[in-house]
């Protein structure tokens, strides 16, 4: 009953009559036109002229960019705008297998720059490392017979720097040159080595000549044949030496000879 009732309160009719002599309408019309507009049409013509006034909208939001920033500005997306290739650049990183083998983070390998350098960053220097000894202004630290020249203080630390290399193939590590001073007319050889305080990596003494890394070295007052050749005679006595440290940790270097030994740590890092 609803229904046919708004049905007919839509039915529209519309009557055209002709007027007689006096004026008064003629009874019997000769047009009628009827109009019906239901609920349904009345809805689509509604949705028609509402799509019609956002296009219209649309038209004009585009077509003028002082508004279409004043909207933004009102809306703001809630879309994070897209990485440039610049930012996607210097946030990939690359761990190495060469330099792999610790797994506390202690090392950053990052892409850097439009001609794809690698960013070598050390760790820091670990906080649980034991105290090496002091060094003096001359940054030297050791014991009778042999004092190594090269380390900061004020206990001894070796403080590393980022540094950029094209690739990682022939990465082994931060070269840090030394200088060994054994007693003069020392009449024994000494054997210096390097190692690690932990299950890390281990440094080494490297040479420019190919030879393999080591993590001891033969150094000798009277008998140069005994020197291992990752050790250059400067003076009498004095000879330098390249320390290759793969990664911050805790170190030592220990000296043996047949008579004595001793041993100190360092530690090394950002």
């Excluded at 082994?172 to 054994?182: D, E, S």
């Amino acid at each position: 009953m609803h229904n046919n009732y708004e049905e007919q309160r839509d039915d529209l009719e519309i009557e055209m009559t002709d007027l007689g002599p006096d004026g008064t309408p003629n009874p019997m019309p000769f047009v009628r036109l009827p109009m019906h507009i239901s609920p349904r049409l009345r809805h689509s013509l509604f949705l028609s002229l509402l799509t019609i006034l956002s296009l219209i909208f649309i038209f004009v939001l585009v077509s003028t960019p002082l508004l279409h920033d004043r909207l933004l500005s009102i809306f703001p997306s809630q879309v994070s705008p897209a990485p440039t290739p610049t930012q996607q650049l210097a946030d990939s990183s690359q761990p190495s297998s060469k330099i792999g083998r610790t797994s506390n983070g202690s090392i950053s390998v990052k892409m850097v720059g439009s001609n794809k350098l690698l960013a070598v960053i050390p760790g820091p220097i670990p906080t649980t490392c034991p105290a090496g000894p002091p060094v003096n202004q001359t940054h030297q630290v050791g014991n009778f017979p042999l004092w190594i020249t090269g380390l900061d203080g004020p206990n001894a630390e070796i403080h590393l720097q980022d540094t950029w290399v094209p690739d990682l193939s022939d990465w082994k590590g931060w070269t840090v040159p030394l200088q060994l001073a054994l007693k003069f007319n020392f009449i024994d050889p000494v054997t210096l080595t390097v190692g690690n305080l932990d299950d890390g990596p281990t440094p080494s003494f490297v040479s420019n000549n190919g030879l393999s890394p080591t993590t001891s070295i033969t150094l000798d007052y009277h008998r140069a044949a005994n020197v291992s050749q990752q050790a250059l005679n400067e003076h009498p006595g004095i000879w330098k030496t390249t320390l290759s440290i793969p990664t911050n940790g805790c170190y030592y270097f220990s000296l043996s000879w047949p008579r004595g030994g001793w041993q100190v740590t360092f530690a090394a890092g950002r």
